[in-house]
């Protein structure tokens, strides 16, 4: 049995329909079978392009799969026809298509799955917006939400993607010369889906997306290959920050060389210490730079270690960096002593990645504050220190003054108590205590008669000796205690630095508390060095926990879960997981966890107001309502009032003609209060939310023509296919919300041109669809900053007069198709003018013969949408 081993797949990316996937596809097979390989044709759609059509002539074509779905014939890819077939290379088009019911598999590229499976090659077409990832994306770009999607992770494991890329103009160029869609579609599509905007930011999409995948391919390759030193494929530039006020500086210098180059990174890091809180720097500082940093679009990264010139290095090697840019540093030259700086470390050691060292008004003065270090453990290596000062230096000294016939019993003493106030300085009061007993038994032995023995003679010799061991462990003590008061004073600084840096993150957030929460999460996560923080909520004494903001991977659900701890309340708690802090660090946590509890807070009065400001708005519509109606129901009245009165003159016989004119003029105005107060009670509903519309299914013919009653028959053209399927609205509410349209229409359309009613079927794959009214008119239009405008309440466009209506005819309109699951758009009329745009949901129904409910190539009429 010969084992086959797994076919590779091809991708051709695109941006959008129409940029030529297929036919590149197609192309791409023909010179596969120019160079003798078996390719063949397992499923290709050329949605009646014949450019299309004609390379798919020479191809062997796999014969579709007939099935029957609701009595209708469709034609799938036959997945066992093809791995009968066998060929070396299958084409597969449309890879997100959605099976028919009754296939093996729900999705195409499942069925390419089992091809690959069985070892054939596999060449397939997928459109951006289709990626699973970027749905909320593309819909928030179009408008548009696909339902045809393909998980990302499939196209990821694709041995090659071909981006096909074309420009906006080219491809507006090519729809427009009927080489994408029929002719009567293409007007549509130019004015909806492929506008330059959208094009434009769909292409961008695609070149990222691509540019990523292309990044994750070469670091794959670096790491099976081993390789560490920097490749300049792309040029990111890491900057240091150590949260000192050169910060900016150097971040402002960075971004000036990323900006040099084409698609140049811009990283910023800062190292901090391991044991939770930073080892330098301001933390309100850092939160300034961070903000600076993301402006400038680069983005920021807290990286834990205790050695800032190994972490830096590290980071940068991790993400391919090809430039470091570092400042000058802040130490005295005298602090040279202790060892070189970061930057130089950094220089010697960073092997093929350029290093900036930028000066700043900063270097050379000092770091401005003693670093922070914890209460009750100064280091494992400043106590290793301590411990080799105390115990090795009084031998060490020893031998040095035998060697020079020793200064006299005094002065050695001076000498040994200063290892002594040394290793208190450098270790704390342990080391020091041992150097004092070490550094006395010393002096017994080498410096007090008799020599060479610890036996004392003299009595003062003894009173000395155990003077300087009292005297060396006192000064150790104090020594120790005032080290130990700086580092408290330093941590103390360190901590209202943070809350002050809490406080303006909370005061600088969005009253609703939008993002403020997670901010205070990844604070907190950056600032005790935890894997992951989350604040959890209980609505009920005995409810369960609900995590309402997290920070890190795998947040703690639940308080059991968290290494800490801290409850706010009953109903409220701050939870960590990573690592268990000390008790030093619960008092700064318990104030993390308070600001939380007082964003919270915020949040719900920011609910409140809100619901205040409906009110006040309500209020507000009320009075603009009674300043509207003011004239425009008195214009109507005085005209009734004034006929009435005149047909009631008894000393006046009107001619039938006039008493005819005088009676029309009566119901001319109280059909325009009828209408007037018909509006502002359909108003009253949508305000106060109790429109309940009755949903069923409608048929548009018998709604359209009663809503045209309103305006002159020669006004209107009507073009409703009576092969329109049913609809899902309350026919009433429907009526009165073209009937507001098309008089708004009709107001404003020239003299002599009719206004254009025109109903579409726009087909959803896996769904009814929707259908689509369109009410176009040839007036003067409206610019586009005003589109929306028009829809608010007691709102006239230009120069509208007094008695024209009070301005509630669209927004009635819109807020009625809105309760019905509809929508209400304004678009501009080609050639000039406006057209309302009303899109309703489709009654169910079968579909029709040659439809399928799933295309992977976006149908024109989902694409319009």
């Known amino acids: 049995m010969v084992l086959m081993g797994r076919g590779r797949l091809r991708i051709y990316l695109g941006a959008a329909p129409g940029v030529g996937k297929t036919y590149a596809m197609l192309a791409e097979a023909h010179r596969r079978q120019q160079r003798g390989t078996d390719v063949v044709v397992a499923f290709v759609e050329d949605h009646g392009r014949r450019n299309t059509a004609e390379l798919v002539e020479g ?18 890819m036959d997945v066992d026809a093809v791995l009968a077939r066998r060929p070396q290379v299958a084409l597969v088009d449309e890879l997100p298509h ?17 091809l690959l499976a069985a070892g054939i090659d596999v060449i397939s077409t997928v459109n951006i917006q289709h990626l699973e990832s970027l749905g909320d994306a593309v819909e928030g770009i179009t408008g548009v939400r696909q339902r045809e999607t393909v998980p990302d992770e499939v196209v990821r494991r694709a041995d090659q993607i071909e981006l096909v890329d074309m420009s906006p103009q080219a491809l507006r160029r090519r729809l427009a010369h009927g080489n994408v869609y029929a002719p ?24 990222l997306w691509t540019a990523d995948r292309v990044d994750e391919y070469l670091q794959k ?25 050169e910060g900016a500086t150097l971040i402002r210098r960075a971004a000036r060389i990323a900006a040099r180059v084409s698609g140049g990174e811009l990283l910023a890091v800062h190292i901090s210490r391991s044991d939770g809180l930073s080892g330098s720097g301001s933390p309100q500082t850092l939160i300034e730079q961070r903000v600076l940093v993301e402006s400038l679009g680069g983005t920021f990264h807290a990286v834990l270690g205790d050695d800032p010139a190994a972490g830096l290095l590290d980071f940068a090697r991790g993400v391919n960096a090809t430039q470091i840019v570092l400042g000058t540093s802040r130490r005295p030259a005298w602090q040279y002593l202790y060892g070189p700086g970061v930057g130089t470390t950094v220089t010697r050691e960073a092997g093929d990645i350029d290093v900036h060292m930028v000066t700043h008004e900063h270097a050379g003065h000092g770091r401005g504050r003693v670093p922070v270090r914890r209460i009750t453990d100064l280091g494992r290596p400043r106590t290793i220190a301590g411990w080799l000062i105390g ?20 002065t050695d003493m001076l000498l040994f108590l200063s290892l002594t106030v040394c290793a208190a300085l450098v270790g704390g009061l342990l080391p020091a205590i041992g150097s004092a007993l070490v550094a006395s038994s010393v002096l017994n032995y080498y410096f007090t008669p ?13 009173m000395a000796v155990a003077i300087f061991t009292v005297v060396g462990i006192s000064v150790a003590s104090v020594v120790d205690l005032a080290a130990r008061r700086t580092h408290q004073a330093a941590r103390s600084q360190t ?6 840096a809490l406080a303006g993150t909370v005061l600088r957030g969005a009253p609703n508390g939008d993002g403020v929460l997670t901010a205070l999460m990844e604070q907190v996560r950056e600032t005790f060095g935890q894997e992951s923080a989350a604040l959890l909520e209980r609505p009920e004494p005995l409810g369960a926990w609900v995590p309402v903001a997290t920070a890190g991977p ?61 009110e006040a708005e309500g209020n507000r519509i009320r009075t603009a309502l009674l300043a509207a109606v003011s004239h425009d129901l008195r214009t109507p009245l005085a005209g009734i009032k004034a006929s009435v009165s005149s047909l009631r003159a008894a000393d006046v016989e009107w001619a039938p003609e006039d008493e005819a004119e005088l009676l029309a003029g009566i119901e001319a105005g109280a059909d325009r209060l009828d209408h007037l107060i018909n509006n502002l009670l359909d108003m009253s509903r949508l305000q106060t939310g109790t429109v309940t519309p009755l949903i069923q299914e409608t048929d548009l013919d018998e709604v359209v023509p009663f809503a045209l009653g309103g305006v002159p028959l020669d006004s209107v053209r009507l073009d409703v296919p009576e092969t329109l399927p049913m609809i899902r609205a309350d026919g009433g509410l429907l009526e009165r919300s073209l009937a507001n349209l098309v008089e708004n229409a009709v107001k404003y359309s020239p003299d002599g041109v009719k206004v254009l009613v025109k109903a579409d079927a726009l087909r959803q794959p896996g769904g009814p669809g929707r259908v689509e009214l369109r009410i176009v008119d040839r007036g003067p239009g409206v610019p586009e900053d005003a589109k929306e405008r028009i829809f608010a309440p007691f709102q006239r466009y230009g120069d509208a007069p007094r008695g024209a209506g009070v301005g509630l005819g669209l927004a009635v309109a819109r807020g009625f198709v809105e309760a019905m699951d509809g929508t209400v758009t304004a678009e501009d009329t080609p050639g000039g003018g406006l057209t309302m745009v009303v899109s309703l949901p489709a009654a169910a129904r079968p579909p029709e013969p040659g439809e399928a409910p799933g295309d992977g190539n976006e149908p024109l009429s989902r694409l319009i949408t």
């Open 391 to 410: 115990l090795a230096g009084p031998p060490v000294l020893a031998v040095v003054l035998t060697a020079i016939g020793g200064l006299g019993l005094s």
């Open 554 to 614: 795998r947040p703690p659900e639940r308080p059991e879960q968290a290494d800490v701890d801290v409850p706010v309340g009953d109903s409220l708690a701050l939870v960590l997981r990573g690592r268990v802090l000390p008790g030093a660090d619960r008092r700064l946590l318990g104030a993390f966890a308070a600001q939380a509890a007082v964003v919270l807070e915020r949040r719900r009065l920011a609910r409140e107001a809100a619901a205040a400001r409906r």
């Open 495 to 500: 901590e209202a630095q943070t809350l002050s």
């Open 221 to 245: 390759y670096r790491a099976e290959q081993g390789i560490e030193r920097t490749w300049q494929a792309r040029e990111r530039i890491v900057v240091g920050l150590t949260g000192g006020p």
């Open 184 to 207: 009567e579609k293409i007007d549509a599509a130019l004015a909806n889906y492929f506008r330059p905007g959208n094009l434009t930011a769909l292409r961008e999409l695609a070149l």
């Open 59 to 76: 191809l062997e074509v796999v014969p579709r799969r007939l099935l029957v779905h609701r009595g209708a014939e469709f034609t799938e």
């Open 98 to 114: 959605t099976n028919i019911p009754g296939c093996r598999n729900a999705k195409r590229w499942q069925d390419v799955e089992e």
């Open 450 to 462: 008799p020599l060479h023995t610890f036996t004392i003679n003299e009595p003062q010799n003894i």
